[in-house]
């Protein structure tokens, strides 16, 4: 009975959310502020993600963290007074749709700032529209290749620096000199591989081979030949699915993990490692922002991953590939200038946000470095093992984006 | 040595998994005149059955025997439903088929979440000879894809069903005035051709993983070996297979891959330009 009586509030409770989120036309949603406030209008945040395509499992997640951290936000009283109200429209992983969609939130919606776009081709799309035309603030959340240095645009996810100068040389303590760097054929490998390539060779270590790949290429069997024949110790990959798990299985099946090889790839979160069986990817090495392990250590890792799996269980994880992480922290640097500033236009946040910091965000604190529209954050090494991560190596302080 | 011999044995694996995948696509093509783009979505459901089976904890061989038999089925049914009302005009048939390949996929893709998933090989592991290492299921691939070939040359060429069925597909009036069902043959033809995709699929997750888009990957090359191949016969679009497959794995070793995958194609369109007919000619088995 007690049961019963807790999932029938508990479903309420989830049908006034859903009733509560009106649909204004295909892929909009809002989520209305939850009080009125005669005095003043709603402060209004906007949401462009990929919530349908092949990369919606990413999309959804972001979606879900903004939908998590503006419910909090609004519980604790708003913003500046305020209640906030929420528009999340979908960017569909399609460039040419996110353009309309993304106008919507501006022209229509009038939203006080944008955060989102996962894909580097996707935030080149839209930020456009967002910064140049539609005069708004943005943030991008993701892991990405650096070098977007866009008045008004603020990058919250790790750039190559922070995800290879501590990494790299771990690499090379703990697999080999050897890399092998094998990409998929677009921006985000070959900027990335310019900057690994340094930190690799400034470190003693050699590149054998950079190769890049279509896309869609799904057979590896001439570069894993040329891996296991030039004796790789460490193959710091940047090949994309759906090719990498068809590549991690033939290294493994041509006896690279066997001989003592590492695999290194540092967008594999929790969400990557189904693609391949355990023993397929045992001690592949990757260096991210956040990983679900540290809810082990950090009591308030553990606090936003349990706030998060209660209001969204299921499939969408949230992971630090799938920029949930930079989403969340993209949104409370915002809340912290918003605060700072004491209100929404567009100047005066971005110029609080220019140096805004959070004590608390997933693995640890964030702050803005001045001048550079860039985060520093904590980065974090994990090895996988049987299938989840353990972590093996922290930055010291927090890592510098060193970008624009 | 050691390495010319792992090179020609992935060459031939990656041939062999192009075939596979042809060979449903070639029978309906050459057999019925309908070029079905829902054929790599059939694929698709192949891989998903298979991945089902393992993820309700069953043994994957019987979602891979599985597979065969429900897509197969599938088959039968959307041939009833759809595919016959398309036969007197090809072109929309086309259409046709892309939607219900954009359903199947979309469909798909809402219920695995977007995500890439593992699905394990039954056998494992690889095969040791000396220093080199061979994929065991690559190497049973190869196996089974002899076998199909076989099979399916023997059905349509010694049996009286495939004797029935080319009757039927190359004079539809004359085999009914023989006494035999069209409408049946039809759909026993699109039947087995969609079985032997689901089979294709069923058999490639373990190697690729299961996606949304792991049909539509292989749709086009297999499109261009039919093409290089021969429509009209069952050997013509397997030779064209094992041509395409070949150079698509074979050329990434001697040249830049993104230069590869683009030479595939431009030598697929030379070839054609100047042997429109194909590799084989003519109807036939």
């Known amino acids: 009975m007690f049961d019963r009586q807790l999932s029938r509030r508990r479903f309420l409770s989830n049908f006034a959310f859903a009733s509560g989120a009106v649909a204004t036309g295909v ?22 993600t990929d919530l349908t395509g092949p990369i919606a499992y990413a999309g959804t997640a972001d979606a879900n963290v903004a939908k998590m951290l503006v419910k909090q936000m609004n519980d604790a009283g708003g913003l500046l007074g305020r209640p906030l109200e929420l528009y999340i429209e979908d960017t569909a992983s399609n460039e040419s749709v996110a353009v309309g969609n993304v106008r919507k939130l501006i022209q229509r919606d009038k939203v006080d700032m944008v955060l989102g776009g996962i894909t580097s ?53 703990n697999g080999g ?144 590939g799938s920029a949930a992480t930079g989403t969340y922290r993209g949104l409370k640097l915002w809340e912290a200038a918003v605060k700072e500033a004491g209100k929404v236009d567009r100047d005066s946040v971005a110029a609080a946000l220019d140096h805004a910091k959070i004590a608390e965000g997933p693995g640890g604190p964030a702050e803005m470095v001045p001048g550079k529209r860039h985060c520093k954050m904590k980065m974090y090494t994990a090895v996988a093992k049987a299938g989840n991560y353990e972590i093996v190596g922290r930055s010291d302080g927090l890592v510098d984006p060193k970008e624009c | 040595m050691a390495n010319a011999f792992v090179a020609a044995f992935e060459i031939l694996s990656f041939g062999a998994i192009i075939v596979l995948i042809v060979l449903g696509l070639g029978i309906i093509a050459s057999m019925m005149g309908i070029f079905n783009f829902a054929q790599g979505e059939f694929v698709l459901l192949g891989a998903y059955i298979t991945y089902l089976a393992y993820a309700k904890g069953l043994p994957i061989w019987t979602g891979m025997v599985a597979a065969p038999f429900l897509v197969g089925a599938l088959g039968f049914v959307l041939e009833a439903l759809i595919i016959r009302r398309f036969y007197a005009a090809p072109i929309v048939a086309m259409l046709g088929t892309y939607a219900l390949g954009l359903i199947i996929r979309e469909s798909v893709r809402g219920l695995i979440g977007g995500f890439y998933l593992t699905v394990p090989e039954p056998i494992g592991g690889s095969i040791d000879i000396g220093t080199m290492h061979i994929s065991a299921w690559r190497f049973t691939i190869i196996v089974i894809t002899l076998l199909v070939m076989v099979g399916c040359y023997l059905l349509l060429s010694r049996t009286s069903f495939g004797l029935r069925m080319r009757a039927t597909l190359e004079n539809p009036s004359l085999a009914r005035a023989s006494g ?73 070793w001697v040249m830049a891959p993104v230069v590869a995958d683009v030479l595939v194609f431009v030598l ?12 084989i000619a003519g109807k036939g088995v």
């Not at chain 1, 502020?33 to 906007?46: C, F, L, R, T």
């Not at chain 1, 990405?144 to 990058?155: H, I, M, N, Q, V």
């Not at chain 1, 001690?283 to 009591?299: H, M, Q, R």
């Open chain 1, 177 to 320: 000199k050897k890399f092998a760097l094998p990409s998929a054929n677009y921006v985000w490998p070959h900027t990335l591989n310019v900057y690994a390539r340094k930190v690799i060779e400034a470190n003693g270590g050699e590149v054998v081979f950079e190769e890049y790949y279509p896309l869609d290429q799904v057979d590896f069997s001439a570069t894993v030949n040329r891996i296991i024949s030039n004796k790789v110790d460490v193959v710091f990959n940047t090949v994309i699915p759906p090719g990498v798990g068809p590549f991690f299985k033939q290294l493994y099946e041509a006896g690279f993990l066997k001989n003592g090889g590492r695999l290194a790839c540092v967008y594999y979160d929790e969400n990557t490692l189904n693609i391949n069986q355990a023993a397929e990817i045992e001690g592949l090495a990757s260096c991210l922002d956040y990983f679900k392990v540290l809810t082990k250590e950090n009591p308030f890792d553990a606090k936003i991953q349990a706030a998060y799996e209660k209001d969204f269980p299921g499939n969408f994880l949230f992971a630090a």
């Open chain 2, 180 to 252: 035999i069902s069209t409408p049946l043959m039809y759909g026993a033809t699109f039947a087995f051709g969609s079985a032997l995709a689901g089979l294709a699929g069923a058999l490639i997750v373990p190697v690729f993983s299961l996606y949304a888009d792991l049909g539509i990957r292989f749709l086009i090359q297999g499109f261009v070996a039919v093409m290089v191949g021969g429509v009209g016969s069952f050997i013509g679009p397997v030779a064209g297979a094992g041509v395409i497959g070949t150079l698509s794995a074979a050329l990434p």
């Open chain 1, 121 to 173: 081709s996707m935030r080149n799309a839209i930020k456009d529209p967002i910064v140049a035309r539609g005069k708004t603030l943005y943030i991008y959340p993701q892991l990405y290749e650096g070098k977007e240095c866009t008045p008004y645009l603020f990058c919250t996810g790790p750039t190559p620096a922070q995800q290879c100068d501590e990494f790299i040389p771990w690499l090379i303590k």
């Open chain 1, 27 to 48: 892929g909009s949603w809002v989520i209305p502020a939850p009080w009125a406030n005669a005095a003043e209008a709603p402060i209004k945040v906007g949401i462009a």
């Open chain 2, 268 to 279: 697929a369109i030379a070839f054609i330009k100047f042997r429109p007919q194909g590799l």
